[in-house]
């Protein structure tokens, strides 16, 4: 089931976040957004345990997604397209066009699931990760058009 995030899903969405993540959202950082008004974070729950989660920021028409992860054990299981598909929902309900993602340049599996969602490459930010230093690619996807539909 994918629904949007409660309270009592703080700890799991950290939990997979610190994770996927060296530079991870903690527990503070998702009570912080979950109940902003202009901040998304949807759940996917199978059998009680949530295994993915997307965060997702948005103003006018325009979105970004700063954090999205499924749980190591769950991938290759369509819960990431499942994610974007209900996070492309809720932007048309609230009337964002564009979504905005960075992503490590060598992260080859995230790209590939971005660019089979409707994400383009746009631009890139040079050493913008740590930890290893690495460049962004900026991926775009247009939402109600062909792209993200």
Not at 15 to 39: H, K, P, V, Y
Not at 40 to 55: F, H, N, P, Q, S
Not at 91 to 103: H, S
């Amino acid at each position: 089931m994918i629904r949007r995030a409660e309270v009592s899903d703080i700890l799991a969405i950290a939990e997979i976040s610190e994770t996927n993540f060296r530079d991870g959202w903690n527990a503070d950082d998702i009570a912080g957004t979950i109940d902003q008004t202009q901040a998304r974070v949807i759940v996917y729950e199978d059998a009680g345990e949530i295994l993915g989660y997307v965060i997702f920021y948005f103003a006018a028409d325009e979105g970004e997604i700063p954090s999205i992860a499924v749980r190591t054990e769950a991938r290759r299981r369509g819960i990431g397209s499942a994610l974007l598909a209900a996070l492309f929902e809720e932007a048309r309900a609230l009337r964002v066009r564009k979504i905005f993602l960075e992503v490590r340049e060598h992260n080859a599996p995230a790209q590939a699931l971005y660019r089979k969602n409707g994400f383009l490459y746009v631009g890139e930010r040079r050493k913008f990760y740590s930890e290893p230093a690495e460049d962004a690619h900026i991926l775009l996807c247009t939402v109600g058009g062909s792209a993200g539909s």
